[in-house]
């Protein structure tokens, strides 16, 4: 797993998928706090110089289940308002899609998966005791991620209990995949990825496995 430090993560990242995208392909986009600032820098690089969104497929990493796709905090809604709808992007695959993995790999397979990190080593939502070879599937949120999440619902109870996830098998199968953690509230977990070997307790680790992936810091995540 390579690893990048940049002072000005969300920039670079944001600058590295623009490019990708130029070249067009099949791409999948994570939600999350981590994402806002680099989809923020995705959309101005777009507008001084427009990509063509008809070269773009785009996947959803994961959904929350009994949220309709039209509650303004359902994964869809968070990636229409920031990427599909500024980029133009209309050839979009929400993962809630029966036979997800195999509409992936009918149309090619995924060229560069993007990840979040979450505070227990999540990808996705495969929460610690995900299996390596575990496909799209419905899960059960870890009740440290609901916490974790709690801020964007009205309250603790209102965080759904479970959600659809690509699995830590779809991730190995794309051709790259970027891992992206910032803030000093990742670097524990940042730490304990990088000394860790890959177990289901660290479902990140199995990404040590894939031959091109990424792990994309700021200071204050690789600060440990
Ligand atoms: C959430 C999502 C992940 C996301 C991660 C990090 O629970 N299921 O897809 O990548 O946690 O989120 P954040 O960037 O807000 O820390």
């Known amino acids: 797993?390579?690893?990048?430090?940049?002072?000005?993560?969300?920039?670079?990242?944001?600058?590295?998928?623009?490019?990708?995208?130029?070249?067009?392909?099949?791409?999948?986009f994570p939600t999350g706090r981590t994402m806002d600032p680099?989809?923020?820098?995705?959309v101005e690089l777009h507008q001084a110089a427009p990509l063509d969104p008809g070269r773009v497929h785009a996947f959803m990493v994961d959904e929350y289940v009994g949220l309709s796709e039209n509650d303004p905090r359902s994964y869809h809604s968070y990636l229409s308002e920031r990427v599909f709808r500024p980029l133009g992007i209309t050839q979009v695959h929400s993962v809630m899609k029966p036979d997800y993995d195999q509409l992936i790999a009918s149309l090619g397979g995924m060229d560069l998966q993007m990840l979040g990190l979450g505070?227990?080593?999540?990808?996705?939502?495969?929460?610690?005791?995900?299996?390596?070879?575990?496909?799209t599937r419905l899960v059960q949120i870890a009740e440290s991620t609901r916490q974790a999440n709690a801020s964007l619902f009205n309250s603790l109870?209102?965080?759904?209990?479970?959600?659809?996830?690509?699995?830590?098998?779809?991730?190995?199968?794309?051709?790259?995949?970027?891992?992206?953690?910032?803030?000093?509230?990742?670097?524990?977990?940042?730490?304990?990825?990088?000394?860790?070997?890959?177990?289901?307790?660290?479902?990140?680790?199995?990404?040590?496995?894939?031959r091109k992936s990424v792990l994309w810091l700021d200071s204050a995540s690789a600060s440990h």
């Open 157 to 210: 109870a209102e965080v759904p209990t479970q959600a659809m996830s690509i699995g830590v098998g779809t991730i190995l199968a794309a051709k790259e995949v970027w891992v992206i953690a910032s803030g000093a509230s990742k670097n524990k977990i940042v730490k304990q990825l990088r000394t860790s070997t890959e177990t289901a307790k660290l479902p990140a680790s199995f990404l040590k496995g894939h």
């Open 38 to 42: 680099i989809y923020s820098h995705l």
């Open 1 to 28: 797993m390579e690893i990048k430090v940049l002072p000005d993560l969300s920039q670079a990242v944001a600058k590295a998928l623009y490019e990708r995208l130029k070249r067009g392909g099949n791409f999948g």
């Open 119 to 135: 505070l227990n080593g999540h990808i996705g939502f495969n929460e610690p005791g995900s299996r390596k070879f575990s496909q």
